[in-house]
């Protein structure tokens, strides 16, 4: 059984910098895709960034592109999330999620997911 276990979130102000931890246990990950969700108050869960383990492509959305970088360590079974220049937009519950499957192909469609952590609260403040 995959288990996912965030860790990471926090208050932080405009500009600063955080870094999400998803712990993945229960399979070997070398045919998965990791990705990071986040769902601010009111709003729809959208795609933020996403990394194939095998080979390591990433993508990411428009709105955290050259401020967010996703990566893993494989020894570990540990995929993170680094954000930087973070913004008030950016406030939400962070999810990381797994997919099976070893491509890119629609990797930022949240129906691609089928295993979900339960989450680690982003706020940033102004």
């Known amino acids: 059984q995959v288990q996912l276990v965030e860790s990471g979130g926090g208050l932080v102000q405009a500009g600063g910098s955080l870094r999400l931890s998803c712990a993945a246990s229960g399979r070997t990950f070398s045919n998965y895709a990791m990705g990071w969700f986040r769902q601010a108050p009111g709003k729809e869960r959208e795609f933020v960034a996403a990394?194939?383990?095998?080979?390591?492509?990433?993508i990411y959305a428009d709105s955290v592109k050259g401020r967010f970088a996703i990566s893993k360590n494989s020894a570990k079974n540990t995929v993170y999330l680094l954000m930087n220049t973070l913004k008030p937009e950016d406030t939400a519950v962070y999810y990381c999620?797994?997919?099976?499957?070893?491509?890119?192909?629609?990797?930022?469609?949240?129906?691609?997911?089928?295993?979900w952590g339960q989450g680690t609260q982003v706020t940033v403040s102004s």
């Open positions: 990394i194939v383990w095998s080979g390591g492509s990433t």
């Open positions: 999620a797994a997919a099976y499957r070893s491509t890119s192909q629609d990797i930022s469609v949240r129906q691609s997911y089928d295993r």
